[in-house]
């Protein structure tokens, strides 16, 4: 499935935004001011970034709510959204800046990160309730990883997530298997 390319940046950024507190390894990689500045500048936001700890604190708030959308349905993800785009009263608008083509904003130039963050993941959401296209936010098929992804590729067949490496180690699995496989029918 094809996606403008803000809608698929931004429901990528709120698939690594989800991820910073799904680690195989335990570790929170959204706990210090730094971390949040890889973010921003990661995912190219513009506008307000304050640099302190009470920003720190509402966008590791705001990824509680953007995580929320894997786990409910198209239905229920479209209030969601709704209930996003309403409390930031959101107006959408054309910008284009930097290096990238016109593309939407929905928040005003001054709005804090934490609301940016979620009306844009919002606003990228939609686009998949109005392409009925909710099945591709997605928790990683591995066993024990619970990170989420996106699948935006064309025949929809994405199961594992990029932050933990599970798509690599099922497919040494699966090798392992047939090798063993074959040197046990070999015997």
Do not use: K
Not at 73 to 85: K, P, Y
């Amino acid at each position: 499935m094809v996606f403008a390319h803000d809608t698929e940046a931004n429901l990528r950024a709120a698939a690594d935004l989800v991820n910073t507190a799904r680690r195989r390894d335990g570790r929170d990689a959204l706990t210090t001011v730094p971390d949040l500045d890889g973010f921003f500048t990661a995912w190219g936001y513009t506008g307000r970034h304050d640099r302190d700890a009470a920003e720190l604190a509402q966008v590791r708030a705001a990824r509680d709510r953007v995580s929320a959308l894997w786990d409910v349905d198209r239905d229920t993800g479209a209030q969601v959204v709704n209930a996003i785009l309403r409390e930031a009263d959101a107006v959408p608008f054309l910008v284009r800046h930097d290096h990238m083509d016109w593309h939407l904003h929905a928040t005003v130039a001054d709005a804090q990160l934490a609301t940016v963050v979620l009306v844009e993941t919002a606003m990228a959401a939609a686009d998949l309730v109005r392409s009925d296209a909710w099945d591709r936010l997605r928790t990683c098929a591995a066993d024990d990883c619970a990170a989420v992804l996106v699948d935006l590729s064309r025949n929809g067949s994405r199961r594992f997530c990029d932050v933990n490496g599970c798509g690599n180690r099922a497919h040494v699995a699966a090798y392992r298997a047939r090798r063993a496989r074959a040197t046990a029918g070999s015997a």
